[in-house]
């Protein structure tokens, strides 16, 4: 079946960088959209950043933006969250997601991977 396996998540102290990678068997990214999501304890889960398939645009959610970096390998079938100037509340879970640009509704998630920011 499709799996989307995230890894690189870890303990690291504020101002700390981290690189996650998300890698997807079964299934070509190349025609995905992928995003990263995070969910903190006993908050909602959140996008936090998009990269369209071809990889031409990224968004961004606030908190984030300037921090951390989006991109993706299709050759390698992998997206990338680059995370730089860590800080306590970037502490969750973080997921990835592919959501088929042409067709609606095929969307997978992956397992998620815990960032804990702490000194």
């Known amino acids: 079946q499709v799996q989307l396996v995230e890894s690189g998540g870890g303990l690291v102290q504020p101002g700390g960088s981290l690189r996650l990678s998300c890698e997807a068997s079964?299934?070509?990214?190349?025609?995905?959209?992928m995003r990263w999501y995070r969910q903190a304890p006993g908050k909602e889960r959140l996008v936090i950043a998009t990269?369209?398939?071809?990889?031409?645009?990224?968004n961004y959610e606030d908190s984030v933006k300037g921090r951390f970096t989006i991109s993706r390998d299709n050759t390698k079938n992998t997206v990338y969250l680059q995370m730089n100037s860590l800080k306590s509340d970037d502490t969750a879970v973080y997921y990835c997601s592919a959501a088929h640009e042409q067709i609606r509704g095929l969307f997978y998630w992956g397992q998620g991977t815990q960032v804990t920011v702490s000194s």
């Open positions: 079964r299934l070509t990214i190349g025609f995905y959209a």
């Open positions: 990269i369209t398939s071809d990889g031409s645009r990224t």
